[in-house]
């Protein structure tokens, strides 16, 4: 429970190389030095979803990531590159020690501005080739190896964005 990983996902593959009754094993002839996991990220806090955020209506908390969600009404919150900035600045707590991200005080930010920028990313653009989408989505991976200014960078540029310090918040 006191270590930095607890909470995190992680994975365990057995293969089995050898024939199951007259059926040869996919991997008899050796494992393939590539493989995909294909999964959905951490919960995000969106402050629209935040009732004691101004202009915000909810249940989530900046401040308990138990009330965080991924997705919402059946819509994915956690591909919003807005709200997974926010999510790395708010830092993701097992136990209450900081697992994933920076763990600052929810003090230091513009709660309400995230919000503006999440909605902006939702919104709907049409496609050349005809329907919609929203304007901008992310997914990534990153370690605590990663420098943090270097996540931000990404996450800011997957909504081509800049963080700006208003008067002393975030």
């Given at each position: 429970?006191?270590?930095?990983?607890?909470?995190?996902?992680?994975?365990?593959?057995?293969?089995?190389?050898?024939?199951?009754?007259?059926?040869?094993?996919?991997?008899s002839s050796g494992i393939g030095g590539s493989w995909?996991?294909?999964?959905?990220?951490?919960?995000?806090?969106?402050?629209?979803?935040?009732?004691?955020?101004?202009?915000?209506?909810?249940?989530?908390?900046?401040?308990?990531?138990?009330?965080?969600?991924?997705?919402?009404?059946?819509?994915?919150?956690?591909?919003?590159?807005?709200?997974?900035?926010?999510?790395?600045?708010l830092g993701w707590r097992v136990n209450g020690v900081?697992?994933?991200?920076?763990?600052?005080?929810?003090?230091?930010?513009?709660?309400?501005?995230?919000?503006?920028?999440?909605?902006?990313?939702?919104e709907s653009v049409a496609l050349a080739a005809g329907?919609?989408?929203?304007?901008?989505?992310?997914?990534?991976?990153?370690?605590?190896?990663?420098?943090?200014?270097?996540?931000?960078?990404?996450?800011?540029?997957?909504?081509?964005?800049?963080?700006?310090?208003?008067?002393?918040?975030?």
């Amino acid at each position: 429970a006191a270590q930095r990983m607890t909470g995190c996902t992680t994975m365990k593959v057995r293969v089995k190389r050898s024939a199951n009754g007259s059926t040869n094993s996919p991997f008899s002839s050796g494992i393939g030095g590539s493989w995909s996991v294909i999964g959905k990220g951490m919960p995000v806090y969106d402050p629209a979803r935040d009732s004691t955020v101004a202009g915000g209506s909810g249940p989530q908390r900046a401040n308990d990531c138990s009330t965080w969600a991924y997705a919402v009404s059946g819509v994915d919150r956690g591909n919003n590159p807005a709200l997974q900035l926010l999510a790395y600045l708010l830092g993701w707590r097992v136990n209450g020690v900081v697992s994933v991200g920076l763990g600052l005080d929810p003090a230091l930010l513009d709660l309400p501005s995230f919000a503006i920028a999440a909605a902006i990313c939702d919104e709907s653009v049409a496609l050349a080739a005809g329907g919609s989408h929203r304007r901008y989505e992310g997914g990534g991976a990153y370690s605590d190896a990663d420098d943090p200014n270097a996540v931000m960078d990404q996450l800011l540029a997957a909504m081509n964005a800049e963080l700006v310090d208003d008067g002393g918040g975030i």
